[in-house]
């Protein structure tokens, strides 16, 4: 079972890009590796999902390495929309069932 | 758009009551899931369920159970309510067809107090 863990907390100013890190160490051969964001109040919202390299949507990239013990999820230039808490989830299948862990979120605060 | 609707916002309930827990999508997708989320702990699963009448159990399935006998609606339910179990409750729903649990639809929450 991949366990995850990320930064509690992160500050950025407006206009910069931001980079969260989501280590992963015992990441499974057919895990797959996604992104959410969840504003206050709301359920968590989809951003972006890899499995290797580089995936690259209208929102965010996220970037990971070979070994795929870890992950980056890069925001560029953010605004202060852009704030809230941004959840890493390894998603994968083994033993007849589907282990799906959420780390426990990196609070983004970008200051104006 | 995916839809997912959970029955209440807000719910307070005393200790010892049960508890049912509402959630509807409305674009057939195969897979449901609960999650409860406490501060400091992110979201943890508790049950998920791939087809109508089956479920698995999450991180956290003990104190719970639930019932999927449509497609559409997956119920939560808190046989015999605890205070522990106050708490933030999260449905999503998500598609086979795109492959594994990506993409999952969140539902807006249902807060809810045991006294």
């Known amino acids: 079972l991949a366990k995850t863990t990320q930064p509690i907390s992160m500050d950025s100013y407006e206009g910069q890009e931001v980079n969260i890190t989501c280590s992963h160490n015992?990441?499974?051969?057919?895990?797959?590796i996604t992104w959410y964001q969840q504003f206050p109040s709301q359920g968590p919202r989809f951003i972006i999902q890899?499995?290797?390299t580089k995936v690259t949507n209208e929102v965010a990239s996220l970037f990971i390495p070979a070994d795929r013990k870890s992950s980056t999820l890069s925001l560029p230039r953010v605004s202060l929309s852009d704030t809230a808490v941004y959840y890493c989830?390894?998603?994968?299948?083994?033993?007849?069932?589907?282990?799906?862990?959420f780390g426990k979120g990196t609070k983004l605060s970008v200051i104006p | 758009d995916v839809k997912v609707t959970q029955s209440s916002r807000y719910l307070v309930k005393r200790t010892g009551e049960k508890v049912f827990l509402e959630c509807v999508q409305d674009?057939?997708?195969?897979?449901m899931f609960w999650y409860r989320q406490d501060p400091g702990l992110g979201l943890r699963l508790i049950y998920f369920?791939?087809?109508?009448?089956?479920?698995e159990k999450g991180d956290i399935p003990e104190g719970y159970s639930v019932s999927r006998e449509k497609k559409e609606r997956f119920s939560l339910i808190l046989e015999s309510a605890s205070t522990n179990q106050t708490s933030m409750y999260l449905c999503?729903?998500?598609?086979?067809?795109?492959?594994?649990?990506?993409?999952?639809?969140f539902g807006p929450g249902t807060r809810l107090t045991v006294l």
């Open positions: 989830l390894v998603v994968g299948s083994g033993a007849g069932s589907y282990q799906l862990t």
């Open positions: 890899g499995y290797k």
């Open positions: 674009m057939d997708h195969e897979n």
């Open positions: 999503a729903s998500s598609s086979l067809r795109t492959g594994a649990y990506n993409e999952q639809f």
């Open positions: 369920s791939y087809d109508v009448k089956m479920k």
């Open positions: 015992n990441i499974a051969t057919n895990d797959y």
